[in-house]
């Protein structure tokens, strides 16, 4: 069991990484636009919409790997006095109550957003449209593996109870 967790900590981490390199694609994105627009007077209708779904992307995806890594916010004031079991019964109520039923409404509605636009091929409102489909596929994906390290932080609760 320790050895599935792992793998679903390294693969949440792995993911997380890989899209940090966005940052580099957007800030190249960015970069090119500002001197298309200013030096070469040409600026592009499609870049704001490319940037605003690559960081829309870069910050759905990091979602598992913030879990993995325990970076979200949390209420610290009372909980850091906690015994760790304390703790335990506290994150796995909250993940029961808050988390599961939200990730699962995120990622089903992810998937009928994608499903819609799929159907209709939909795309953004500029001269030159960009398809926005994948986008609303990165929302169930994104979904689907927060919700898978959500259930391994839920077991590692339980073993902690136990």
Not at 62 to 84: I, N
Request: glycine share 8%; proline share 4%.
């Amino acid at each position: 069991m320790k050895k599935l967790l792992l793998a679903v900590d390294r693969l949440s981490t792995w993911i997380g990484q890989a899209f940090a390199w966005l940052i580099v694609v957007l800030t190249a994105l960015i970069s090119w636009e500002v001197f298309s627009r200013y030096i070469l007077n040409e600026p592009h209708d499609w870049n704001l919409d490319a940037q605003l779904m690559g960081y829309g992307t870069l910050f759905m995806m990091a979602g598992a790997y913030t879990l993995a890594k325990s970076g979200h916010v949390r209420g610290d004031v009372l909980y850091g006095f906690f015994r760790p079991r304390t703790q335990a019964a506290v994150d796995l109520t909250l993940y029961v109550v808050f988390f599961l039923p939200g990730i699962v409404a995120l990622t089903w509605a992810g998937w009928t957003f994608f499903h819609d636009a799929l159907a209709i091929r939909e795309s953004t409102f500029s001269a030159t449209p960009l398809p926005i489909y994948p986008f609303k596929a990165v929302i169930s994906l994104a979904g689907g593996l927060l919700l898978l390290q959500g259930v391994v932080e839920i077991v590692r609760c339980v073993q902690c109870l136990q």
